[in-house]
C-alpha cells in the first residue's frame, strides 16, 4: 500500500507523547491545519529532515500544529527530538506501526499536510526541497500568512534524497 494521497481523509490516531498523555490528529487540527512528520531515528534522511520541520513550525508558528511520529521507542524518539531542536510534540508510533500503517508509509521521512477538516492536501516522500517548499505555500495560503521556504539552493540540503 502507498502513503495515502492528497484528497483522502487522514485516519484519525491518538498515540503516547515524549511528553507524557496522548495527542490525537482531532486535538492537533483545532486550530488549523497539521504536519505529520513520520521517522524512525537512525534514518539519515530523517536526521537531516528534522531541523527543516522546525523551520516550518517556527515561520508559521501556533497558527500550524506540527507533530512528529516516530517509529521508536520512547527513549530513542526522546533522544532524536533533544539532538534536533525538536520543539512540537513528538509522538511513538511503536512497535506495532499501527498509525505508519494506516497511513500507507513505505518510507521514512514521510510528510502530510492534513487541512482542519481532516483532508490530507499534500504528501511529500522521503526528503524532496520542492515538495516541502510547495508545502509550506500550501500552509501560507490556508494560515494567511507569509510563504516561507523551508529550503533554498545552498543551504547544505540536496534537492532530493530518497528515505
Not at 42 to 56: F, G, N, R, S
Not at 122 to 136: C, D, E, M, Y
Request: aromatic share 8%; hydrophobic share 40%.
Amino acid at each position: 500500500m502507498a502513503a495515502i494521497e492528497p484528497g483522502t481523509k487522514a485516519p484519525e490516531f491518538s498515540l503516547p507523547t515524549i511528553a507524557g498523555g496522548t495527542l490525537s490528529l482531532s486535538e492537533l487540527l483545532t486550530d488549523g491545519p497539521a504536519v505529520l512528520f513520520f521517522y524512525k531515528h537512525e534514518c539519515p534522511v530523517c536526521q537531516m529532515a528534522a531541523p527543516y520541520l522546525q523551520k516550518l513550525k517556527d515561520a508559521y508558528g501556533a497558527s500550524l500544529a506540527v507533530a512528529a511520529v516516530a517509529q521508536d521507542d520512547p527513549a530513542e524518539a526522546a533522544g532524536f527530538a533533544h539532538r534536533h531542536g525538536l520543539t512540537f510534540p513528538v509522538l511513538v508510533d511503536h512497535p506495532a506501526y499501527a498509525v505508519s500503517r494506516q497511513y500507507g508509509l513505505t518510507t521514512v521521512p514521510t510528510t502530510f499536510l492534513v487541512d482542519r477538516s481532516g483532508v490530507v492536501l499534500q504528501t511529500v516522500l522521503a526528503w524532496n526541497r520542492t515538495g516541502l517548499n510547495g508545502l509550506s505555500e500550501q500552509v501560507a495560503s490556508l494560515t494567511g500568512r507569509p510563504y516561507v521556504p523551508v529550503s533554498l539552493q545552498g543551504d547544505g540540503a540536496p534537492d532530493f534524497r530518497p528515505g
